[in-house]
């Protein structure tokens, strides 16, 4: 059990990352959509594997190894799949685009800025256009190591306000939180079910 959550912690961490190399390669105008798209088919495979599992096992006296070799085979499969993704062209953070993007909304334009890359973050913004352009970059070897760690830090706290200043991104943070907090306790109190029916 205790390799299982090990394995499973690094398989979390991992998830973290491919939502983030998704948002570096998609359009902030399609970052809802695509993340409907992912977590809709993430929860439906899980569906699907869970009630196959249990009819195997229930209705065909399929062994838990046999489940194991698949499960095993399945993410295998997936993470070589990973190494045919394309890399991304720009970074999600500290990127310092010269001018904050126009995303079409429902009669006019929303100014994105750059700092801000975060699902549904697009909106609430500041109507003033000169707080949303991002702040300018500082040259390349003017400033000392430590003067480019703190823009660094400030750029980070920026981006943290203007994300999280959105009321409908705070909503979904609150929801995806509960949300996992229920599902890896239900998760863990399933494992200790199966090894004492077991």
Not at 27 to 38: F, G, I, K
Not at 67 to 91: G, T
Not at 112 to 126: D, H, L, M, W, Y
Request: glycine letters at 6%; aromatic letters at 12%.
């Amino acid at each position: 059990m205790q390799l299982v959550e090990f394995f499973y912690g690094m398989v979390t961490a991992t998830e973290v990352a491919y939502y983030a190399y998704i948002y570096s390669v998609v359009s902030t105008q399609h970052y809802q959509r695509v993340t409907s798209y992912c977590r809709s088919v993430t929860l439906v495979a899980a569906t699907v594997a869970a009630v196959l599992g249990q009819l195997l096992v229930s209705l065909a006296d399929v062994s838990y190894f046999y489940l194991n070799a698949i499960s095993l085979a399945s993410v295998s499969l997936a993470f070589l799949c990973a190494f045919f993704l394309p890399m991304p062209q720009r970074s999600m953070f500290f990127h310092g685009k010269d001018a904050p993007e126009t995303v079409p909304g429902p009669g006019k334009g929303l100014a994105v800025g750059a700092a801000c890359r975060a699902p549904s973050c697009q909106e609430e913004r500041s109507p003033d256009p000169a707080a949303r352009a991002p702040s300018p970059q500082p040259q390349a070897g003017s400033a000392r190591p430590h003067r480019h760690g703190l823009s660094v830090l400030l750029q980070l706290g920026r981006d943290l306000r203007d994300c999280y200043g959105s009321r409908r991104l705070l909503c979904w943070s609150l929801w995806w939180a509960l949300a996992t907090a229920g599902f890896n306790q239900v998760l863990n109190y399933v494992q200790v079910l199966w090894d004492l029916r077991a």
